[in-house]
């Protein structure tokens, strides 16, 4: 690594990076990509809690069971949002992803900016599919 460019290592760096790193490394400063030292710092500011390390990878994971009702779903998720340290935007980001493709769906088109907003889009959006299923059936 000591003939490899700085630009050429934030980028490897960035490239090889997963789930929340990598959502991480799309958000972090400018002045935090001046340099490799700098990114490294706070890289291992961010990520180096070795007690929880196995929650980051639950957060990447996290997805609505095909029998969990959003309450059920976001009350698991908060649980595990808060043993994890992110930000408010990566755990909205985190909660959406994980929720079940036609809930998705409708709650990105609702442009939530807020945990709240997100319940209420996520609940209605619930509500609706159940109300349509039912009138299949009749």
Not at 63 to 72: G, I, L, M, T, Y
């Amino acid at each position: 690594l000591k003939n490899i460019t700085e630009t050429t290592k934030i980028a490897t760096f960035g490239f090889l990076m997963t789930l929340c790193a990598q959502r991480w490394f799309r958000t972090i400063s400018p002045s935090e990509l001046d340099t490799f030292d700098n990114l490294k710092r706070a890289f291992l500011t961010r990520f180096d809690d070795r007690d929880n390390w196995k929650d980051f990878i639950k957060v990447g994971q996290l997805k609505q069971q095909p029998s969990e009702s959003v309450a059920e779903y976001l009350e698991r998720a908060i649980l595990l949002l808060r043993r994890v340290k992110l930000s408010s935007q990566h755990e909205l980001c985190a909660c959406i992803e994980g929720l079940k493709s036609n809930i998705q769906t409708f709650v990105l088109q609702q442009q939530v900016t807020s945990f709240s907003a997100l319940r209420q889009a996520a609940l209605l959006a619930e509500k609706s599919f159940k109300s349509q299923s039912t009138d299949d059936v009749l």
